[in-house]
């Protein structure tokens, strides 16, 4: 080797290991930094499953829950199903595999959620349920509004409207769900025995704006003599409400389920004549509270009814 390549060879080799030293401590930090236990493993992490954030109702659900969780010194985990039981099981397991404390369950489809409560029982996780029913497993707490009541309810006033005469178009939720079946089956125990009610047609709109708007469109194209609208939520209604303005059908009582802000003032301005009002941020609060009381070992109240009112 020549003499002058000498100390380049030195200094290049000095260089390398240099780097090379930095190098090492530099990507083993984030690994020794790293908290040792998630935030979802914590004595105080409570999960909440939701059925979807596209609906007005279950987005101020989750903010009750979010400021109750807050008030409480609880970290709330949210998952989003989307509307869909599978996506909403596999959620469930994730937040099993993270330790949560508690799962709140607020589910797409009461019988597909079954095997997804009896992963968390398994696991020794507590589950509370949120508005809507799960058929099975071993549930600590029920949160909701009486759907059947509220069916009633709005059949009762629905029946007032129309002097108990006339043919009327109900527009149901998503096939499955406990809030879909048990508000239909008080509609139907307050509209069914008057004879001079007719329900023409009954078709399912998933809680869902845009399928209430179509739903309800395809009802008028088939009979335009339908003089009141049951929608068993305020979304579907208000798509109701869409397609009878389109027909050019006034004086139709269209009556929806939830008391969300755009019904309300659809209320007000006279395009709808009433809502059962639920209310959201309540069932997402007192569901925050339960959990706080399973975690400082209490036991919370099998059911716990949240109270209903007409808004017209």
């Given at each position: 080797?020549?003499?002058?390549?000498?100390?380049?060879?030195?200094?290049?080799?000095?260089?390398?290991?240099?780097?090379?030293?930095?190098?090492?401590?530099?990507?083993?930090?984030?690994?020794?930094?790293?908290?040792?236990?998630?935030?979802?493993?914590?004595?105080?992490?409570?999960?909440?499953?939701?059925?979807?954030?596209?609906?007005?109702?279950?987005?101020?659900?989750?903010?009750?829950?979010?400021?109750?969780?807050?008030?409480?010194?609880?970290?709330?985990?949210?998952?989003?199903?989307?509307?869909?039981?599978?996506?909403?099981?596999?959620?469930?397991?994730?937040?099993?595999?993270?330790?949560?404390?508690?799962?709140?369950?607020?589910?797409?489809?009461?019988?597909?959620?079954?095997?997804?409560?009896?992963?968390?029982?398994?696991?020794?996780?507590?589950?509370?349920?949120?508005?809507?029913s799960?058929?099975?497993?071993?549930?600590i707490?029920?949160?909701?509004?009486?759907?059947?009541?509220?069916?009633k309810?709005?059949?009762?006033?629905?029946?007032?409207?129309?002097g108990?005469?006339?043919?009327?178009?109900?527009?149901?939720?998503?096939?499955?769900?406990?809030?879909?079946?048990?508000?239909?089956?008080?509609?139907?125990?307050?509209?069914?025995?008057?004879?001079?009610?007719?329900?023409?047609?009954?078709?399912?709109?998933?809680f869902?704006?845009?399928?209430?708007?179509?739903?309800?469109?395809n009802?008028?194209?088939?009979?335009?003599?339908?003089?009141?609208?049951?929608?068993?939520?305020?979304?579907?209604?208000?798509?109701?409400?869409?397609?009878?303005?389109?027909a050019?059908?006034?004086?139709?009582?269209?009556?929806?389920?939830?008391?969300?802000?755009?019904?309300?003032?659809?209320?007000?301005?006279?395009?709808?004549?009433?809502?059962?009002?639920?209310?959201?941020?309540?069932?997402?609060?007192?569901?925050?509270?339960?959990?706080?009381?399973?975690?400082?070992?209490?036991?919370?109240?099998?059911?716990?009814?949240?109270?209903?009112?007409?808004?017209?």
């Amino acid at each position: 080797m020549k003499t002058w390549l000498k100390p380049l060879l030195i200094a290049s080799m000095a260089l390398a290991f240099s780097a090379c030293s930095k190098q090492g401590p530099e990507s083993a930090a984030p690994e020794a930094s790293a908290p040792p236990v998630t935030a979802a493993a914590s004595n105080n992490t409570v999960g909440l499953a939701i059925s979807t954030q596209n609906n007005p109702f279950f987005v101020t659900l989750k903010q009750g829950a979010e400021e109750a969780a807050k008030a409480n010194g609880l970290t709330l985990i949210t998952v989003d199903a989307q509307d869909d039981a599978a996506k909403q099981i596999a959620s469930i397991e994730d937040l099993i595999q993270k330790k949560v404390k508690v799962i709140l369950i607020n589910p797409t489809d009461s019988d597909a959620l079954v095997s997804a409560v009896k992963q968390a029982n398994a696991a020794k996780i507590p589950v509370i349920t949120l508005d809507r029913s799960i058929s099975g497993g071993e549930i600590i707490s029920h949160i909701a509004s009486d759907n059947v009541a509220g069916g009633k309810m709005a059949a009762a006033f629905l029946l007032e409207k129309i002097g108990k005469q006339g043919e009327i178009a109900e527009l149901e939720g998503i096939a499955g769900s406990s809030a879909a079946r048990e508000r239909g089956q008080g509609f139907h125990a307050g509209v069914d025995a008057e004879k001079g009610v007719k329900v023409a047609a009954k078709q399912p709109a998933d809680f869902d704006r845009a399928k209430g708007l179509s739903v309800m469109e395809n009802i008028l194209q088939g009979n335009k003599k339908i003089k009141a609208v049951f929608a068993h939520n305020d979304e579907m209604a208000l798509g109701a409400v869409q397609a009878l303005e389109a027909a050019g059908l006034k004086n139709v009582i269209v009556v929806g389920f939830d008391a969300t802000t755009d019904a309300v003032a659809a209320v007000k301005a006279g395009k709808m004549a009433a809502t059962v009002q639920q209310k959201p941020e309540l069932i997402g609060k007192m569901g925050i509270e339960a959990a706080k009381k399973i975690i400082d070992g209490q036991t919370p109240e099998k059911n716990i009814p949240v109270p209903l009112e007409l808004v017209k």
